[in-house]
């Protein structure tokens, strides 16, 4: 063994000859060609004890290098001949050095030796200490155990070399609880994390526990030997044995399902009585939530579901979570399928009636034998990939055929089928004829034709299946589209000018003359154009329609057909009703009428057939003001009401039942009523009356001589000077809709947002105006009440100010408003001196019973103050009423005494100093409260390490008592030395021993205890004493002053009252990334392009401010310094992506939800003593404080977790880590900056069969533990995932790792 792995290279175990490679000396773990994945994990430990054993670390290279050469004996997979060659250079260099530092005289006694240590002194330590440490490390210590035991029985293999069975011991112990500290990603689903604080919630309890109830189920023969070791066998665990799906795919939606469940059971009102168990309210609600698009598919095709639920009542909860369970893992495994969501039903509805029949053990009637899964289900269980493999994957094969037609978009949309094309096979009952086992020889398996004559149906053995095409629409591009996509309007707008037309020509100028009866007889002619426009719809119709006729049902194209006849029926109607309705008719209904006779004349006969003409419409407009019949007769799934609608619109599954509640349709019907009222009366008088009698006065005129009479010979008169007249207003007439609603929705959004109390505050002026109402409006809409009061309806909603007794909901708002201010710090928005005047103190002293405002609200006051009163000569009382005119004023000074007072009884410890002190206080306050205080005290304009101290306290103290207490100074002494003695020597004397430190014990306690609040509260106080400048201008940067005025005006808006965290909907984001900047590096930065500009000189010029803010922050004098270190190098990176479109910056933003959902569970979760000691006492807690799972941090991070989840899809993670590309370690940085991120990735692996090569594809998830990325689930794809659409199925293939009830999809360019 020694040998072997010493400095003769092992060149006996390899079949080629080794190449010289380029790769790097220094291996990287992650940089491991796709073929040979496995072993990853491998140098991953050997990096981390590199520095504790360098031959252990060796020796692990070594077993890695053959585990590797055993994958890919020939290296023929992409990059492993280089990679092997880089890792046999690094073992070669490695094997003296180490050999020399190895301790024990052979390498199996050194993996023991080390084996043994690690396993003592660092595994069980951990594992004793549980409750303190990250449970994510201790199952990272369990894995890098369970590799190093790997190792150490491959080199005693070697040597020959027996392990001590203590060892033995140990490694069968760590393999066993490998498995049940298995890596995890919201929820430790363990036995040995159950206190974990996540854990600790009840309703997280009651929904696992309510998983693991498995009592009754029938069981395969194996079920013992697939039984998990580590952890409980749950129902998912049944599933998965019965249906052959993927281990991490039932690990990731046994998750989500819990959290479902206690998310929806923790907001039950009432609360259930027993919290520790699954509330059959909680289970309802999330089944009609996940069911609700099975219930109407089942219901549009009419098919009962397959939802049969037992007469017993302890099993009816057990098969709900059967039905929800065997759903998400139908999903979660779906792949591109995702998009047919329909398709994903026809699968479930299908399992689901296997499901019941396995419970129930029904027979089936095709085979007499007892129900079981169709794909696997057989004795010994379906195997884990039998559900992708058989059922997924041949229907995403034939997507993949399909995009293969698409041609890079540039084929006809009629020759192939995208997601939708194929998703509405199944808005049908014939998918049912593809049954189950899905035949392979049904029309939906025909692959698309390759020639262009894509019509003609090939057809292919007895039962004639052929490609079916598009099925509802197939998309024809013609400008066409411009009239049919706004026939209506269109048809609106021609009618109105017409009857506009026919008043302004026939009546006498006034729009009343419409109730003439010969101008009302010739408005009516308006239906008959009506008509001719209905008829140019119906062709339309066809011809957009004419590709995809031959998919299309018999009744579909009989309706198309129908239309038309219709159509062209109604325009020879009318006008021939209308000719009979005029006596002596002249010009074109003269003619008419002459063809047709004079026999019947019945001017009521053209009234009844627009009558009936107008009857659907009429049925529209009751439908329209009825939207809840409406909405009712589109989803009915009645024969007679599908008849009735088989007319107006074919049978679709979506976008039924779509329509707005009636009081907004009111809304939005009185809005166009009114702008078409506006429209019509401004084209009436303005354009249409105008023209009429110059056009009367051109037609009257007779053309003598006609210069272009070759083109024109008959003309007689100025039709082209009439054209030309009317062209441009026409024109005008159908444009200036868009102005008339700009000028409503202008008016209309006004009064809107008034009634909303949108806009409020505006201005840094009117928002110190409103400072006072504030805190109100926060404790009013984001602080949970016990009692939901009803709101009023009031155009200026007032907010009760925070009265100096409620210092609680004070330091509530306190808190969410220094979040903020810090906010704008880090982000550079704000300098320290202007986050010093914004902020609220984060610790509220109860004591002090008054309310701290920011000091920018009270900065120049105290100054401002001392004038007034240093040259006031009248009653106190007219001093006072001058100083509460300005509220900020007098808190100002309130704050201000009560803060000396407390300063210099924390200073102060002698008994009688605080005596003296005491007194000195109780005579001012009796002053105070007697009004006098002027009248005996004199206001003076000099209020100006120990020893210093002490004799600013003698100095303070005779100031006090000799220039302003004048008439008091004899008595406090008096009672502070035992003696009434006033002559001036003995004064001086007992002055001058006050404050004095000779005795035993100091007097005066100086430094005081140094803690976050006494500093705060000092440097306060500094502020308000020395700032004399007005704040006015805090803050200068406009976009810090634009996100103050929105959040501020967003407190007075009309809103909902805001629940507690733990009854919130839990949400997840998601981000696309594929390959964009994640974060700038410094030569990017510096680069200049033709101009001489680089990105930072160019952010410099656009950002002044936050620059000279972000050189403030890293305590920088000049741009030299900014590189003088790694860190002030990073943070210059980080200042420049975060003004630029990068993935940084994206998360940064989007990580602003979970701050934020913290500090509101703790201002809900939180005792009145944490609250008064303020949000970054929790932030800023020990960390042995914050590993304790009981503490208050642990609590609002695990409620975070519940409610909160971000997911960034960087698709090409893997191809980056494999490459050592510099985004993968941007990537990584990134989760380590939040630990909260997980990044999602398409991992590409190579893997041989039969001598070939092929790729597989996979779903990872990753996290961030210990300095690395560790992987969570791998579920496996039927294929490439990305087809053709790109950013959707990128986002696609990450969304099954989301949670929570609302999903909200990010795009790169946007950080709030």
């Known amino acids: 063994m020694e040998s072997s792995r010493g400095s003769d290279p092992p060149s006996r175990r390899l079949s080629r000859t080794f190449t010289t490679g380029t790769f790097s000396e220094v291996m990287d773990s992650e940089v491991v060609p796709s073929s040979l994945s496995t072993i990853a994990p491998i140098l991953r430990v050997a990096n981390e004890i590199e520095q504790e054993s360098p031959r252990v670390a060796y020796l692990c290279r070594f077993y890695a290098f053959e585990r590797a050469h055993k994958l890919d004996p020939t290296s023929s997979g992409r990059g492993v001949r280089q990679f092997k060659t880089a890792l046999l250079q690094r073992l070669e260099r490695d094997a003296d050095p180490t050999l020399q530092s190895r301790r024990k005289k052979s390498d199996a006694r050194e993996m023991q030796n080390f084996y043994q240590q690690y396993y003592e002194n660092y595994v069980k330590s951990l594992e004793r200490s549980a409750d303190q440490i990250d449970r994510a490390q201790l199952a990272k210590a369990f894995q890098t155990a369970a590799v190093l035991f790997e190792v150490l029985r491959a080199v005693n293999l070697t040597e020959s070399a027996e392990v001590d069975p203590e060892i033995m011991e140990a490694g069968k112990d760590v393999e066993a609880r490998k498995e049940i500290y298995v890596p995890y990603n919201i929820l430790p689903l363990d036995r040995g994390s159950a206190n974990q604080a996540v854990m600790r919630f009840p309703e997280i309890k009651a929904a696992a526990s309510a998983l693991r109830n498995t009592r009754g189920l029938p069981l395969p023969q194996h079920f013992e030997q697939s039984r998990h070791r580590g952890s409980e066998w749950d129902l998912l665990d049944w599933l998965q044995i019965m249906f052959g799906f993927q281990k991490d795919n039932v690990a990731n939606q046994r998750e989500h399902l819990i959290l479902l469940l206690a998310n929806v059971h923790i907001r039950l009102k009432p609360k259930p009585e027993s919290q520790n168990k699954l509330d059959d309210l909680a289970l309802d609600k999330v089944m009609d939530k996940l069911f609700k698009n099975y219930k109407n598919w089942c219901k549009f095709l009419r098919r009962k579901s397959n939802h049969w639920l037992p007469t017993i009542q302890q099993e009816i909860q057990q098969h709900k979570i059967l039905y929800m369970g065997l759903y998400l893992l139908i999903w979660g495994e779906a792949a591109n399928l995702r998009f047919m969501p329909e398709c994903l039903c026809y699968i479930y509805h299908r399992m689901a009636y296997e499901l019941h029949g396995m419970l129930t053990g029904d027979v089936s009637s095709a085979t007499g034998e007892k129900i079981k899964p169709a794909y696997g289900g057989d004795e010994k269980g379906a195997d884990e990939n039998s559900f992708l493999r058989k059922v997924v994957t041949p229907i995403y094969e034939i997507i993949a055929e399909e995009a293969k037609c698409n041609k890079n978009g540039t084929a006809r949309h009629s020759s192939w089928r995208n997601y939708d094309d194929l998703n509405e096979y199944f808005w049908s009952p014939d998918c049912f004829r593809l049954g189950w086992p899905m035949r392979t020889d049904a029309d939906f398996f025909v692959k698309p034709p390759r020639d262009e004559k894509i019509f003609q149906r090939s057809f292919r053995g007895k039962h004639k299946a052929y490609w079916i095409g598009k099925t509802n629409f197939v998309e024809i591009r013609t400008f066409w589209h411009l009239f049919r996509s706004f026939d209506r309007m269109w048809a609106f707008f021609i009618l109105a000018l017409q009857a506009m037309i026919v008043v302004a020509w026939n009546g006498r100028g006034s729009p009343l003359s419409i109730f003439d ?185 007779r053309v003598h001589t006609y210069q272009w009479h070759e083109l024109f010979p008959e003309a007689k008169n100025n039709v082209g000077v009439v054209v030309t007249l009317w062209a441009p207003v026409i024109l005008v007439y159908f444009m200036d809709t868009q102005i008339w609603y700009a000028v409503y929705s202008t008016i209309f959004g006004g009064i809107n947002g008034a009634f909303r109390r949108l806009g409020e505050i505006r201005t840094l002026g009117m928002l110190r105006s409103r400072f006072r109402s504030l805190p109100g409006a926060f404790n009013t809409n984001l602080v949970p009440a016990d009692k939901v009061t009803r709101k009023g309806f009031s155009l200026a909603r007032k907010f009760a100010k925070v009265e100096p007794g409620k210092t609680k909901e004070a330091a509530k708002f306190a808190q969410l408003w220094n979040g903020v201010i810090t906010s704008f710090r880090s982000e550079d928005l704000i300098s320290n001196r202007e986050m010093d005047l914004l902020l609220v103190p984060y610790s509220s002293d109860p004591n002090l019973n008054l309310v701290q405002w920011p000091p920018f609200l009270l900065a120049s006051k105290i100054p401002i103050a001392l004038d007034m009163a240093k040259g006031f000569r009248g009653q106190d009382e007219e001093l006072l009423r001058r100083i509460n005119a300005d509220e900020y004023m007098k808190c100002a000074v309130e704050e201000c005494y009560q803060s000396l007072k407390h300063v210099l009884n924390v200073i102060v410890v002698g008994q009688t100093e605080k005596k003296v002190i005491r007194e000195i206080w109780h005579d001012v306050e009796t002053k105070i409260a007697e009004g006098v205080l002027f009248e005996k005290f004199k206001v003076v304009g000099n209020v100006s390490e120990r020893e210093k101290v002490i004799l600013l306290l003698q100095d303070m103290l005779e100031v006090a008592t000799r220039d302003i207490m004048e008439e008091s100074k004899g008595e406090i002494l008096d009672s502070s030395h035992g003696s009434s003695t006033t002559q001036s020597g003995v004064l001086g004397v007992a002055y001058r021993q006050l404050f004095d430190s000779g005795g035993s014990e100091p007097a005066v306690l100086y430094p005081p205890p140094k803690s976050a609040a006494w500093i705060e509260q000092i440097k306060r106080l500094q502020l308000l004493l020395t700032t004399k400048e007005s704040a006015m201008d805090v803050p200068t940067n406009l976009e810090a002053r634009r996100r103050i005025a929105f959040f501020t005006n967003s407190l007075f808006m009309d809103m909902p009252s805001a629940p507690k965290v733990c009854d919130m909907l839990s949400f997840s984001v998601l981000t696309p990334y594929y390959s964009e900047e994640i974060l700038y590096t410094r030569k990017l930065l510096e680069l200049e392009n033709e101009d001489g500009v680089s990105i930072l000189f160019y952010l410099q010029k656009i950002y002044p401010d936050e620059w000279k803010n972000f050189m403030e922050r890293i305590e920088c004098e000049g741009e030299a310094e900014i590189w003088a270190t790694e860190g002030n190098e990073n943070e210059v990176r980080h200042w420049a992506s975060y003004r630029s479109q990068t993935l940084a910056r994206t998360v940064r933003g989007m990580m602003y939800y979970r701050q934020a959902i913290k500090l509101q569970a703790f201002l809900d979760m939180g005792t009145d003593e944490e609250i008064w000691d303020g949000y970054k006492a929790v932030q800023s807690a020990t960390e042995e404080a914050k590993k304790s799972q009981r503490s208050i941090h642990a609590q609002i991070e695990a409620i975070a977790d519940m409610k909160f989840t971000y997911v960034a899809t960087c698709q090409n993670y893997g191809i980056h880590k494999r490459s050592g590309d510099p985004r993968a370690t941007e990537i990584l940085k990134l989760m380590l900056l939040y630990p909260s991120l997980r990044v999602a990735y398409i991992d590409e692996v190579e893997v041989r069969e039969k001598d070939k090569t092929k790729k597989e594809y996979y779903s990872v998830l990753v996290k961030a533990v210990n300095n690395l990325d560790q992987e969570i689930y791998r579920i496996k794809l039927p294929g490439e995932p990305k087809l053709g659409e790109g950013k959707p199925e990128n986002q696609n293939h990450a969304i099954i790792f989301t949670r929570g009830e609302a999903l909200q999809a990010i795009d790169m360019n946007q950080d709030n």
């Open 517 to 701: 009866t010969r101008v009302f007889k010739k408005v009516l002619s308006i239906f008959i154009t009506a008509a001719i426009l209905r008829l140019l719809q119906a062709i339309l119709d066809i011809a957009f329609m004419f590709k995809a006729y031959r998919s299309m049902k018999f009744t579909d194209v009989l309706r198309y057909i129908l239309k038309v006849l219709v159509a062209v029926a109604w325009v020879i109607i009318l006008p021939v009703c209308y000719a009979h309705t005029w006596e002596n008719p002249t010009g074109l209904i003269g003619t008419v009428k002459g063809w047709l006779g004079h026999r019947w004349k019945s001017p009521s006969l053209y009234v009844s057939a627009v009558v009936i003409y107008l009857i659907p419409n009429a049925l529209g407009i009751i439908l329209f003001l009825l939207p809840m019949l409406r909405r009712w007769i589109e989803q009915s799934n009645w024969r007679i009401v599908q008849l009735l609608l088989w007319w107006s619109q074919p049978p679709l599954f979506i976008a039924r039942g779509m329509h707005e509640n009636p009081f907004a349709l009111f809304k939005y019907t009185v809005f166009w009523i009114l702008l078409l009222v506006s429209k019509f009366t401004f084209s009436y008088y303005i354009e249409v009356k105008p023209l009429v009698q110059p056009t009367k006065d051109i037609m009257n005129m």
